[in-house]
């Protein structure tokens, strides 16, 4: 049995690292989609998924002084697009941090 240490983020959400050599041996690659599933007795099964194509999760932002922290909140949550709405027209400045937060 290997031990690791639960981590996380600023945010709130907890994550653990897997093991190299068994993400290796199951062809784990980065943006690689597991399953995971809760038993009755509250473990967490990691089961690597293979031919498997998920729908691209999409959710909206609204334009705020935190965009650039929801989006990258939002990225980090797994959100594969990630759709900016304003009640105005995007200034050219909004376009411009929407877009260097994206580069990052």
Do not use: C, H
Request: charged share 35%; aromatic share 6%.
């Amino acid at each position: 049995m290997e031990l690791r240490k639960v981590q996380i983020t600023r945010g709130g959400t907890f994550f653990i690292t897997l093991p190299k050599g068994w993400a290796a041996k199951n062809g784990l690659k980065r943006s690689s989609l597991i399953a995971t599933s809760e038993t009755a007795d509250g473990r967490i099964i990691i089961d690597p998924k293979y031919d498997v194509e998920r729908a691209p999760s999409t959710i909206v932002v609204r334009m705020s002084p935190r965009l650039e922290r929801e989006i990258i909140g939002k990225y980090l949550l797994g959100y594969d697009i990630i759709r900016i709405e304003a009640k105005d027209r995007i200034s050219l400045e909004e376009r411009e941090k929407v877009k260097a937060t994206a580069s990052r």
